[in-house]
């Protein structure tokens, strides 16, 4: 049996920079009221203080302050790509992988008439499912997959999904954390149940010395406050370039529709920019089945 992964804490990261920069940053085109509601108590502390810019003074407060401030700059243009192009293709099955503590499936109500489907491996998704208890809104139906060994297709299938309907696929902030052929075989398998006017959306990181020195800062810091780095059990597998996606989802029948650098959704979305080498290597690429 393939060891199980412990519950992403990631997935805690980026909920706390959507938490953050709720109703602050690029107030009228970025909001996410369920990202607080989906944090506990101590990992609302750090939120609080961005949200205030109470720059905390001892060390290991401060470490956790620029890591959620850092979180909230990236996270604003990237969910703004992603909610443009789900809106943008109405479709009648929506399904999340690897969804973390996303709340679209409660805050977007273009999702409302959609049947939904959350996807994340299994202790991550138990406790997404404790964390959303009381959370308003219709909650998606949850399909516990790991990527790396469980067949997606299948349990999609037995969750009710169906292939002969169309599909928007959500992608977010899951493939640098799944080995090059994890990527394949799950583009494959989404493939295999994606009617015609299905719509992928999926965010990658390009490969760059600079964006891996930049995390090796990042854990470096995280290591002078004692801590295990969030991405101590969490490591990036894969980068891929836009021309390497891109081949992969035309081999499975996705042809390439938009594309945005996430600076340049950013600058036009004025958010403060501090980390223009990491936001200039993420990715959010729209492709379509005809
Ligand atoms: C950075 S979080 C992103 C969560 C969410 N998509 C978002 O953007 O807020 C990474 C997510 O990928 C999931 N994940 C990582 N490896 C996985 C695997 N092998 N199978 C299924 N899910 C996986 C984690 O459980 C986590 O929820």
Redesign the pocket.
Known sequence: MPEA?PA?R??V???QGRAAAHGLIAAGRFADPTAIRLLRADEREAVQWVRDAAVPQPWRQRVDYESVRANAEMIVPRTVAIDDAVRAHPSPQVV?L?????GRAWRMPELADALVFE???PS?QRDKRERAEGLPGTPPTFVA????HDRLTEALAAAGHRPSEPTSWIW???VP??TTA?VSTTVAALAACSAPNSRLIVNFQLPGTSVTLGRLVARLLMASTGRRSVWAT?PWRSTWTPAAMAALLARHGFTVTGEHDLLETARALRVPIRHATSLTHSRVMVADRT
Do not use: M, R
């Open positions: 992964l992403s990631t997935a990261l980026v909920c999340i690897g969804a973390g503590l996303d996807v994340d491996q991550s997959v790991d990527f790396g977010e902030g899951v954390y799944l994890e969490e």
